[in-house]
């Protein structure tokens, strides 16, 4: 599910892919817009043309131009049509044709989601084929990709998402690419919409700190948590796609309700909502003042980001309260390594920003709670090097590349 960074500014930007040591080219055959690429194991190469990735959260739909090399060239952001986050097409995403029309909703399910990609994309397009100097690739059709917050099958089909709820059971992908048909601005290639924790983890891949990743993790912590396995070097989706959905491991059944329904994921744990949870519980005992006061005074205001502030300035308690934090991400972790024996874990997301404050209590939790950790030896749990982007950018290569393992 999303995890989602901290607000950026709008405008045209360079992110961390910048430089990010593209010239490693792996060598892979391309595959541009093909979809599917299938073959075993063989290792992500860097995108070789333009490309354009959007990625669709609960609250932003942020969509960037990447360049050959990698880079950010590009970027627009608009806030998730509301329509599309609300609940009225709960349960729709039985077996029936996507574009369905539910009686009395005058709309169908990932319309409104549908439109403001498009409109996004659009602008996009222009703000590429407006820099100068003009890129040498070619802009007539351009590949996109698009990750959404949720399950999305094999065919791209959004079959459940707490968090665009509206927009469950419809095929974004097609929709959109049904728009660019008719409205002329863009050719895009056929695409395909895919899990955006998967494509998080395919830029982290290609571009970021999993490259040349074999066997491993790439972790969002934000708002929820958002995973995404990497086997024999390439993103595994899982039969149906649903594969990596680390964030609702139940680790409590009598825990904290989650926006999927059940009980005590691990989510509600060791993601932002875990922090704040934790530290409302601390500031409610009396403790947490540094944090109390950058929340105005009331404790049940307090919010991850005032401890994570508290905490960046030496607060005791706010530091105690992150290794709270750290123990829960450890404890999700030491399930997962039992799991996978992954070579290394990515930690990325909102949270990321804690640093070593988080990844040292939850590399030392990990290390005691898994089987065998000292005969196993340490894991590496490391920071993500992609920042808010990594999910549109991973689409964008994804609609290169083709690259998830799955179906
Ligand atoms: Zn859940």
Not at 41 to 52: F, K, L, N, Q, V
Not at 93 to 117: K, L, M
Not at 273 to 282: C, F, K, V
């Amino acid at each position: 599910m999303s995890a989602p960074g901290p607000a950026g500014e709008a405008g045209s930007e360079t992110n961390g892919a910048a430089g990010a040591g593209t010239g490693e080219a792996q060598g892979t055959g391309e595959a541009h817009g093909t979809g599917e690429a299938h073959g075993t194991g063989e290792a992500h190469g860097t995108p070789r043309r333009i490309a354009y990735g959007v990625d669709v959260g609960g609250t932003k739909i942020l969509g960037v131009a990447i360049s050959p090399d990698g880079d950010t060239i590009a970027e627009r952001r608009v806030p998730t049509p509301r329509q599309a986050a609300a609940t009225a097409a709960r349960g729709h995403g039985g077996g029936t044709g996507p574009r369905e029309v539910r009686a009395g909703s005058g709309t169908h399910p990932g319309d409104a989601v549908a439109d403001a990609i498009v409109e996004l994309l659009e602008a996009l397009h222009d703000d590429v084929v407006a820099q100068a100097p003009a890129p040498t690739a070619d802009l007539t059709e351009v590949p996109v990709g698009i990750g959404v917050a949720g399950l999305v099958d094999t065919e791209g089909v959004l079959r459940f998402s707490p968090n665009l709820a509206a927009a469950s059971g419809a095929n974004i992908g097609k929709l959109v690419t049904e728009r660019l048909a008719t409205g002329g601005r863009l050719a895009a290639t056929p695409l395909r919409s895919h899990n955006d924790a998967n494509c998080t983890a395919l830029a982290e891949l290609v571009l970021g700190a999993a490259r040349g990743m074999r066997y491993g993790l790439v972790v969002t912590l934000g708002t929820g948590i958002g995973g995404a396995l990497v086997i024999g070097g390439r993103v595994h989706g899982g039969a149906r796609g649903f594969a990596g959905e680390i964030g609702h491991m139940v680790v409590d059944p009598t825990g904290p309700l989650c926006p999927c329904g059940h009980r005590g994921c691990w989510e509600r744990f060791a993601s932002g909502s875990g922090l704040t949870r934790l530290a409302r519980e601390a500031a409610v005992a009396g403790m947490l003042h540094e944090s109390v006061r950058l929340a105005g005074g009331d404790p049940e205001h307090v919010t991850g980001e005032h401890v994570t502030a508290a905490a960046a300035e030496g607060d005791v308690d706010a530091l105690r309260v992150i290794e709270d934090l750290g123990w829960w991400v450890g404890l999700g972790l030491a399930n997962l390594v039992a799991i996978l024996d992954p070579e290394r874990i990515v930690v990325g997301g909102g949270l990321g920003h804690a640093g070593e404050m988080l990844l040292e209590p939850a590399r030392r939790a990990l290390a005691e709670l898994v089987e065998g950790g000292a005969a196993r030896g340490p894991v590496p749990v490391v920071e993500a090097a992609l920042g808010e982007h990594a999910g549109a950018v991973g689409a964008a290569l994804a609609a290169l590349t083709g690259s998830f393992d799955d179906g």
